[in-house]
């Protein structure tokens, strides 16, 4: 089992920036994918970004150039730094865990964006 404890979400205004943090516990295999997902209300969970164990990331075309994940390994860590966010960021975000084994998720983290 593995499990991801989520932080960082809060109501912001228009323009403001966030950063979320995800730490992983528990059986982690060293190659893994870690990432964020979120879920607007109505809406389904759409993918934000995802970044392998080597670094290699991937992203929404909605959040390019604005969000940016990183991770530490040494902390089984995910982070996703949100700039420029937007009313239509708003949404519950998921933190994602993947090995070949299985794929896991977070609580969620609710980020709002309103002024």
């Known amino acids: 089992q593995v499990q991801l404890v989520e932080s960082g979400g809060d109501s912001v205004q228009p323009g403001g920036s966030l950063r979320l943090s995800c730490a992983a516990s528990?059986?982690?295999?060293?190659?893994?994918?870690m990432g964020w997902y979120r879920r607007a209300p109505g809406k389904e969970r759409d993918l934000v970004a995802t970044?392998?164990?080597?670094?290699?990331?991937n992203y929404a075309d909605s959040v390019k150039g604005r969000f940016t994940i990183s991770r530490d390994n040494a902390k089984n860590t995910v982070y996703l730094q949100m700039n420029s966010l937007n009313p239509e960021d708003t949404a519950t975000y998921y933190c994602?865990?993947?090995?070949?084994?299985?794929?896991?998720w977070g609580q969620g983290t609710q980020v709002t964006v309103s002024s």
């Open positions: 994602y865990y993947r090995d070949f084994r299985s794929a896991y």
């Open positions: 528990g059986r982690i295999f060293s190659a893994n994918i």
């Open positions: 970044i392998t164990n080597g670094g290699s990331t």
